[in-house]
C-alpha cells in the first residue's frame, strides 16, 4: 500500500547510545517532515525537508540531525540520546502545502 | 508568531449527538491552511478535513464539517452523528510560512453509548 513507512515500530536506547529513525515514502511527495509527540504538547517539528537536497529547522531540532537522502527518503538521527527524548516520533510527506500530511504510523522511542 | 489553540482537554458526547471541537490560530499571513487530524489509540494521524483562508463556503466531509470564521480566527470542527469510533484525539493543525505545520494541543473526545 502506498504511503509513510517508518521504522523501527518501538525501540529502547541507553541514554548516550546513537540511532537513526529511517522514513521513506512511495508517493512522490516533495516535503518530508519529521515532529515529536509527548503528552499534553501535541505534535512539535524538529525537522523539515521542503524538496529533495535541502532541510531545515523546526522547532526542537537539538539533539538531532536529519538527512534527505533521495526523494523518498529521510532520516532522523540521535546522536547521543538522552531521556527527554523519550518521545513517540512520526514522519510526515506531502505534495504541496495546500494538502495534508500523511503520516507514518509513528516510532515509540524510550531512553533509559 | 503563528499558533494554534484548542481550550478542549477532554469532551463528552452521546452516541448519535452532534459535538463541537474548537480550535482558534493566529497568524499574520493571507494565505493559510487549516487542517483537522483524528488520532485513535491505536496511535497513527488520520487527516479529516481542510479549510483554505481563501474558500468561500465551509468545508465538509461527510459527518465532518469545519466551522470557519475567518475575523474569529476560529476553524471549529463539528462531527455530526457521533458514533463510539470517533472516540480519539483530534488536532487541529494550520499550515503556515515555509510549509510549515503548527498543531494544537488535541482534544480527547469520548463518545458514550
Known amino acids: 500500500n502506498a504511503g509513510v513507512t517508518q521504522t523501527p515500530k518501538f525501540q529502547v536506547l541507553k541514554t548516550g547510545q546513537s540511532m537513526t529513525l529511517q522514513c521513506a515514502q512511495d508517493?512522490?511527495?516533495?516535503?518530508m517532515y519529521w515532529y515529536r509527540q509527548d503528552p499534553g504538547m501535541g505534535l512539535r517539528l524538529i525537522y523539515y525537508?521542503?524538496?529533495?537536497?535541502?532541510?531545515d529547522k523546526g522547532e526542537v531540532p537539538n539533539g538531532y540531525n536529519v538527512s534527505r537522502l533521495n526523494k523518498r527518503e529521510f532520516s532522523l538521527r540521535l546522536e547521543s540520546a538522552a531521556p527527554s527524548q523519550t518521545s513517540v516520533y512520526f514522519c510526515?510527506?506531502?505534495?504541496?502545502?495546500?494538502?495534508?500530511?500523511?503520516f507514518g504510523s509513528g516510532t515509540r522511542l524510550t531512553v533509559v | 508568531a503563528q499558533k494554534i489553540t484548542q481550550t478542549q482537554p477532554g469532551m463528552f458526547v452521546q452516541e448519535k449527538e452532534a459535538v463541537t471541537l474548537d480550535c482558534t490560530y493566529d497568524?499574520?499571513?493571507?494565505?493559510?491552511?487549516l487542517f483537522w487530524y483524528k488520532q485513535p489509540s491505536s496511535g497513527e494521524m488520520i487527516f479529516l478535513i481542510y479549510?483554505?483562508?481563501?474558500?468561500?463556503q465551509n468545508a465538509t466531509e461527510g459527518r465532518y464539517s469545519l466551522n470557519f470564521q475567518k475575523a474569529r480566527k476560529s476553524a471549529n470542527l463539528v462531527i455530526s452523528a457521533s458514533q463510539l469510533g470517533d472516540s480519539a484525539m483530534y488536532f487541529c493543525?494550520?499550515?503556515?510560512?515555509?510549509?510549515?505545520?503548527?498543531f494544537g494541543t488535541g482534544t480527547s473526545l469520548t463518545v458514550i453509548p
Open positions: 525537508s521542503a524538496s529533495e537536497g535541502t532541510t
Open positions: 508517493m512522490n511527495h516533495n516535503s
Open positions: 510526515a510527506s506531502t505534495p504541496t502545502a495546500t494538502y495534508g500530511y500523511t
Open positions: 493543525a494550520m499550515r503556515g510560512t515555509g510549509n510549515q505545520f503548527y
Open positions: 497568524t499574520s499571513d493571507p494565505s493559510y491552511g
Open positions: 479549510q483554505g483562508s481563501y474558500d468561500q
